[in-house]
T-cell receptor, first 111, second 111 residues
Framework: DAGVTQSPTHLIKTRGQHVTLRCSPI?????VSWYQQVLGQGPQFIFQ???????GRGNFPDRFSARQFPNYSSELNVNALLLGDSALYLC??????????FGEGSRLTVL | AQRVTQPEKLLSVFKGAPVELKCNYS??????LFWYVQYSRQRLQLLLR??SRESIKGFTADLNKGETSFHLKKPFAQEEDSAMYYC?????????????FGKGTKLSVKP
């Protein structure tokens, strides 16, 4: 098993653009969580989805949205990008309840 | 407010010396606490959780409700312990997919 896979690994956008980040969980895991990690900080919770329903939402503006598909993969969407959205975006999957397994992340740079 | 504080950004010790990585939390009720570790060029992964009361790679962590602490300890540090360590707290009303992370402590073990 390849573990949690995320794409793209790196991307550069300009202010005001939109971005979609993708995550494939470990086979059998029905829960997917998204985290934002700004340089020098710990990961900050954005969303959790379980069985295609939103299970939790962190303190992020409505520009951030996510969804989970029938195969349990997930997308994180960010609209109207700001410079402050530059960060590493981590996806983690788990059995529910259970240990989080993290992907390598998608590094977003907003210019 | 729920919060995790790791007061040390960097901790440097010599091989064979004892290690204590500090973690304090703010939480109303019975917390669920975790230590996550990220070795160089690897993914963030679970090291241990307080409910398991286990020792992983020689590390232990005891929940002290009186001092609201969950310090990570190891009696004899090894060079391979060098990594970034994050203390995390399960958010109130959330699942294990919804964690509040500290800013992390970088442990450097010198030969």
């Amino acid at each position: 098993d390849a573990g949690v896979t995320q794409s793209p690994t790196h991307l550069i956008k300009t202010r005001g653009q939109h971005v979609t980040l993708r995550c494939s969980p470990i086979s059998g895991h029905k829960s997917v969580s998204w985290y934002q990690q700004v340089l020098g900080q710990g990961p900050q919770f954005i969303f959790q989805y379980y069985e295609k329903e939103e299970r939790g939402r962190g303190n992020f503006p409505d520009r951030f949205s996510a969804r989970q598909f029938p195969n349990y993969s997930s997308e994180l969407n960010v609209n109207a990008l700001l410079l402050g959205d530059s960060a590493l975006y981590l996806c983690a999957s788990s059995l529910e309840p259970g240990e989080l397994f993290f992907g390598e992340g998608s590094r977003l740079t907003v210019l | 407010a729920q919060r995790v504080t790791q007061p040390e950004k960097l901790l440097s010790v010599f091989k064979g010396a004892p290690v204590e990585l500090k973690c304090n939390y703010s939480y109303s009720g019975s917390p669920e606490l975790f230590w996550y570790v990220q070795y160089s060029r690897q993914r963030l992964q679970l090291l241990l959780r307080h409910i398991s009361r286990e020792s992983i790679k020689g590390f232990t962590a005891d929940l002290n409700k009186g001092e609201t602490s969950f310090h990570l300890k190891k009696p004899f540090a090894q060079e391979e312990d060098s990594a970034m360590y994050y203390c995390a707290l399960k958010a109130y009303g959330g699942s294990q997919g919804n964690l509040i992370f500290g800013k992390g402590t970088k442990l450097s073990v010198k030969p």
